[in-house]
């Protein structure tokens, strides 16, 4: 089933063109984070014109892509089972941080926060409370309703789109990821986002709707903040 955005079945950009414009947004913000490397909040501002600014930018532009719909509310029955996910990631991001926590230098975290982005134990809660809730909903537009859904809408196969979309999710978080674990580490959580990424496709992808993949990487990012907590020293 290939979702429709809209009433008109027309495209707005081929599968090639949304492709180069993800991937330009991505190195733009790979670019910022690891050249410019500004403070936090200057940091989020880049990351919503590229990330939002620019899927809606196309929008407007072909003035036939509604992206609208991809906030259709859902039924809240139908959020039950990315709810319960979501809890179960929850966990399950935890779990892996005591059985990891002994081969992970908290301090290398630490000190990557608070020289990259300025993130420290005094402003983290309103980080945390912008990655929980606002970040990941910036995400999900992008790499799920952008991408993933819009890849699909281009006729693009399941597999491949599955494939490109969640790789491009994986590759967006290095820039942020480096210096904070060893090569063994880094690629195993490298590997977890990727199937993040999967994973999220897979709970939009007959729907044609955000919602159930935000929820459940809500619950995700409010576990790695718990840890972040703890890391930076604030409980």
């Known amino acids: 089933m290939i979702p429709r955005f809209g009433a008109r079945p027309e495209k707005l950009l081929s599968s090639g063109a949304l492709l180069l414009t993800a991937a330009a947004c991505c190195l733009a913000m790979f670019w910022a984070e690891t050249r410019l490397a500004p403070p936090y909040a200057l940091r989020s501002l880049i990351k919503a014109c590229l990330f939002l600014g620019v899927p809606v ?9 509604d992206l609208k719909s991809l906030f259709a509310l859902p039924s809240p029955r139908a959020l039950l089972g990315p709810l319960a996910l979501g809890v179960g990631v929850f966990v399950l991001i935890l779990g892996a941080w005591a059985v990891l926590s002994p081969l992970i230098r908290p301090q290398a975290i630490a000190d990557a926060l608070r020289e990259a982005a ?7 809660v309103w980080v945390a409370l ?6 990941s909903l910036l995400e999900e537009f992008f790499f799920r309703g952008f991408l993933f859904l819009g ?6 196969p399941l597999a491949a789109a599955h494939l490109l979309s969640a790789g491009a999710f994986a590759l967006y978080h290095v820039a942020m990821l480096t ?11 490298l590997a977890g986002l990727f199937a993040g990424g999967l994973l999220f496709n897979f709970l939009d992808q007959n729907s044609g709707r955000i919602y159930p993949s ?3 990487h809500m619950f995700a990012n409010f576990a790695i903040n718990a840890i972040g907590f ?6």
């Open 230 to 235: 703890v890391v930076l020293g604030v409980v």
């Open 214 to 216: 935000w929820l459940t």
């Open 151 to 156: 890849l699909r809408r281009t006729g693009m």
């Open 57 to 65: 930018g196309c929008s407007l532009l072909g003035g036939r892509w």
């Open 118 to 124: 300025g993130v420290t134990g005094g402003n983290f």
């Open 179 to 189: 210096g904070w674990f060893s090569p063994l580490l880094f690629g195993l959580a």
């Open 130 to 135: 912008y990655i929980s809730l606002a970040n």
